[in-house]
């Protein structure tokens, strides 16, 4: 089992930043990727990005591409997402995910994640 724990979300101002971080414990003896999706109220979750064991293969959303950079720490088995120029439509429940399956790739679908946080908030004023 693999337990994961967000930090970070928040309520800033448009054009704001927040830095989200996930934390995982259990079994992160075995690599992993790790994506981070969102989902605001009413609408369905949406990938924000993924990374891959490895770093070295990172997908992001069309919608954060150039705002939202997503960063490892092996040693601390933490990855960062770090969010600028917020706008209102950030506004959501941003959740962290793990895929042990697969973790050489930085999967974009929900599906492909088998362990998920509880969630962080982030809330964008205007």
């Known amino acids: 089992q693999v337990q994961l724990v967000e930090s970070g979300g928040g309520l800033v101002q448009a054009g704001g930043s927040l830095r989200l971080s996930c934390t995982a414990s259990g079994r992160t003896y075995r690599p992993y990727a790790m994506g981070w999706f969102r989902q605001a109220p009413g609408k369905e979750r949406e990938l924000v990005g993924a990374i891959n064991a490895r770093g070295n293969t990172i997908n992001y959303s069309d919608s954060v591409k150039g705002r939202f950079t997503i960063s490892k720490d092996n040693a601390k088995n933490t990855v960062y997402l770090q969010m600028n120029s917020l706008t209102p439509e950030d506004t959501a429940v941003y959740y962290c995910?793990?895929?042990?399956?697969?973790?050489?790739?930085?999967?974009?679908?929900?599906?492909?994640?088998?362990?998920w946080g509880l969630g962080t908030q982030v809330t964008v004023s205007s």
């Open positions: 995910a793990v895929d042990i399956d697969l973790p050489w790739v930085a999967g974009v679908a929900g599906n492909d994640y088998g362990y």
